[in-house]
């Protein structure tokens, strides 16, 4: 029995600034470090291959001096909102009804809600009150593609059902004010906010790529190198500066393995729907597959739109292939990383 993802669809914030509007917030944050320093951070804004951003606050709100308890009540009403508006876009798009769906999986890592977000669509939605219910929370940036995972298994035991996995993520909300580390001022370069929502299917008659396979990759040993900790002024962000080397170094064994278990190389794939977690990491891919004639320009094109949204940002480079009506038999892999450290993995075909 084959289970699909029938449509894909994101829901942006309605603040929206580049990055180059957002450098005067960054100066005057820096206010009273030392020149070199602030040369430095602005640099490090200017070079993160993000152009754009979208927020839940805007700037001013997000450099205020706010207590972990105000950015998170912002975080949980504005995720509400995103959550409701992307899934309905997602249901229009694959012409469905809020009662068609069997499984609700809502993803975020960046705030605390309970109830979680789920509960919250099943009132203001009015969606089936038997509905499955999943809420991940802990899984970072893999937790988009982890969702699908979860969704598929679900689809695959229980036939003629649907799913929809919604990521909402805010990281701009577990921005530290008074932390002038390296980590923190990366995060604040290279993160947006957004939303996304993808629905998959069990029934044989509905269209859209089919769930080949899946697997995840857990790396020993590095548990330091993603996540976050609880301060009391919020989610203090931990990213280990190896992380890109670390990728690299084990590329090999997250892909080939994977593909040859399904009798298939590298070069049968015909799109990579790759997470981008930053222009290191990007330009890492690159090195490892640009000579096979593969590209992420997807990829790279929603980092420089959107940033890294978390867990949401591999559901928008889907969407983009979702949009294009690839020819039937096109095969692709979708690949995130998140905290653990772990890489998730997805086999598509068209």
């Known amino acids: 029995m084959a289970v699909r993802i029938t449509s894909v669809a994101k829901q942006l ?19 009273g470090q030392e020149e070199r320093f602030k040369r430095k951070v602005l ?6 291959a993000v152009d754009k951003r979208y927020s839940i606050m805007d700037a001013e709100e997000v450099f205020l001096k706010t207590s972990f308890e105000e950015k998170n009540d912002i975080y949980t009403r504005e995720s509400i909102k995103l959550a409701e508006k992307s899934l309905v876009k997602a249901l229009d798009k694959a012409k469905l009804q809020p009662t068609d769906l069997d499984y609700i999986i809502t993803v975020s890592c960046t705030g605390i809600m309970i109830p979680s977000l789920d509960a919250y669509l099943i009132n203001s939605l009015k969606l089936k009150q038997d509905i499955v219910r999943l809420p991940v929370t802990e899984m970072g940036c893999a937790a988009g593609v982890s969702g699908i995972l979860y969704a598929k298994n679900f689809l695959k035991a229980n036939p003629n059902k649907r799913a929809v996995v919604i990521a909402v993520e805010s990281p701009t909300a577990t921005f530290q004010l008074d932390d002038y580390s390296m980590v923190n001022i990366v995060s604040a370069a290279i993160f947006g906010d957004g939303c996304a929502s993808v ?6 008659d509905e269209k859209g790529p089919e769930i080949k396979d ?24 931990v990213l280990d500066q190896s992380v890109p080397q670390t990728i690299a170094d084990h590329f090999p064994e997250i892909i080939h393995p994977f593909l040859e278990r399904n009798n298939l190389t590298i070069e049968d794939i015909d799109h990579l729907v790759f997470h981008p977690g930053g222009k290191k990491i990007v ?17 790279k094109e929603v980092l420089r739109l959107y ?22 038999g096109d095969k692709g892999i979708m690949l995130s990383f998140g905290p653990g450290f772990s890489a998730q993995r997805i086999l598509l075909e068209w």
């Open 43 to 48: 640099k490090i804004f200017e070079n993160a």
């Open 214 to 237: 899946e697997a995840m990759y857990h790396f020993f040993d590095a548990e330091h190198m993603m996540g976050f900790k609880l301060r009391n002024t919020g989610l203090q962000m």
């Open 13 to 31: 914030p309605k603040h929206t600034r580049e990055t180059k509007d957002i450098l005067p917030y960054v100066e005057l944050w820096l206010e």
């Open 307 to 328: 940033g890294n949204m978390s867990s949401a940002t591999v559901l928008y480079v889907l969407e983009r292939f979702m949009d294009r009506n690839l020819p039937k």
């Open 283 to 299: 330009q890492t891919v690159e090195e490892l597959f640009g000579d096979l004639g593969k590209n992420i320009n997807d990829t």
């Open 199 to 204: 629905i998959l299917s069990s029934y044989e």
